[in-house]
């Protein structure tokens, strides 16, 4: 099911593009769909190659890269990442070829997957709505600045957005995980349903709810279909089927180009993956959508002597963010495995919501945090999760709040394999997210003792930032251009005709699976900037 492509220098020798999208993935599919849809000419750049379903399995030659100790030389860093054995390791950036700089007394973990469709052929499929209890935390709990909207204005794209990826869930009616536009629910197993009861028994405000999420595969599908969490079968599918969109790969774009007439941008500058040739891309709009770090890594490459396009605030790259996470592994000896176990994964799965910080805070720490999980599944190693007794799976995932010295800037010294400067990222836990992590470690141990669970095998408890990829922040949107990077709708305040729509335009962070977020907000300021090139 191969999708459309067009080759690099062709793009280049056609006119004027209403909107280029840089990037492909959950937001770049979302916002070439609602432009195209509404008859813009979209051309849709992606730094890597184009890729055919099979390439979602891990090679079936003799030395798959499924074991721990089998870590490839070139990809140290992206082997970190929990799938990526039983993924195919193509799927994640060579780590010689695309570097990156930290301090050397603070890692930072930076999963990627240069390729079409991004990081959702690696991505779980879970769907999970940030509440206000997030979006207002901010202000509400003292910690930031204030979302330029508030929950009642995305909650109609998150409408879309769910019946548009055909997301399954229950209708909880809890205030701290919205309920959405779901397809029927998958059932909980029986070790599930028995959990369910002991915690709401123990923990009335412990809530187990049925995960939410895209499934992992149609009846009707076979090797030859993308799976339904991916972006060629979602939007981007959608966007390159109207006939107005076109799909460049092996196109990095390394600089936004700006007019001397007007100071707004007339296109971007590419470099052809394969031959190094420099071609320019020119449009009305420029929508970034390349990832969080890397769309601004773009804007810092950008009007570099004035430390980057969009960056008059002196914010850009500040305030960067990603999930204080720890999981554990338990079994439950009184409980068989059950002898076909479903799969751990998206709606496939159980969720406790936020329980914390609710009504007034503890302060213990500021911000929440929420738990993913399973009962007698098959998890992501199954060989481990699928003999003997139950197995239990919980992973806590933590709010971190935003501080401006966790942050992007270019390395003055170091290059990609384009010659391209990388970035330098400083990233570091505070006190509030070492406490919330002792919370979790506690919530989890008592969680598996309600069930009589011994402990398998636990995680450390301190993680290295960016383990969970879910990384926001750094070109942050608000009200207030001294405050700011971008709008309430997502533009420079510095060029409004650059939007920079993934992670990167996050204020604050949440507990929650960031991407459906993502999706929801490419959704809502591409159709008001295809409104705009309309008028």
Known sequence: MTLPVLELAEAASQPPF???VVGSGACGGFDAKELAERGLRVAILEAGPAVEPQHLEAP???????????????QSTQARHPDFFRRNPRLFVDDVDHPYT??????????????VGGRTLTWGGLTLRMSPFEIEGPVREGFGDPWPLSYDELAPYYDEVERFLGVRGARDGLPQLPDGTFAPACEMTPAERLFKAAVESRWPERRVVSGRGIPLAHPDDGPQHWPPFTSQRGALGAALATGRAVLVPDAVVHEVRLSSDTGKARGVSVLD???????????????????????????????????????????????????????????????????????LRGPHS?????????????????????????????????????????????????????????????????????????????????????ALLSGMEATLAELLEVMGARVVSAPPTVPVPGTMVHEVGTARMG????????????????????????????PSGGWQNPTLTMMALAARACRRLADRLSS
């Open 350 to 434: 159980i969720v406790i919501p936020r329980f914390t910080n609710l009504h007034g805070s503890d302060r213990t720490f500021a911000g929440g945090f929420g738990i993913f999980g399973g009962l007698q599944r098959k998890a992501f190693n199954s060989g481990v999760f699928s003999r003997g007794p139950a197995k239990i799976l919980l992973q806590a995932y933590g709010e971190m709040l935003p501080r401006r010295d966790n942050r992007v800037t270019l390395d003055p010294t170091t290059v990609d394999r384009f010659g391209l400067p990388v970035l330098h990222i400083r990233c570091v836990w505070s006190d509030n997210e070492r």
């Open 273 to 343: 993956a394969a031959t190094r040739l420099d071609y320019t891309l020119e449009a009305r709009a420029v929508v970034l959508a390349a990832s969080t770090l890397e769309s601004t890594r773009i804007l810092l490459a950008s009007r570099r002597s004035e430390g980057g396009l969009g960056n008059s605030s002196g914010l850009l790259g500040c305030y960067l963010m990603d999930h204080p996470c720890i999981g554990i592994y338990g079994a439950i000896p009184d409980l068989p495995s059950l002898p076909d176990p479903p799969p």
């Open 479 to 506: 009200r207030d251009p001294k405050t700011s990077v971008l709008d309430p709708d997502n533009r420079l305040w510095d060029a409004d005709n650059v939007l920079v729509v993934d992670g990167a335009c996050w």
């Open 60 to 74: 079936s030659d003799p030395h798959p890269l499924r074991q721990a100790s089998m870590v490839p030389e070139r």
């Open 18 to 20: 209403d909107v280029v």
């Open 102 to 115: 930290t301090p050397a007394d603070a890692p930072f973990t930076w999963i990627r997957g240069r390729q």
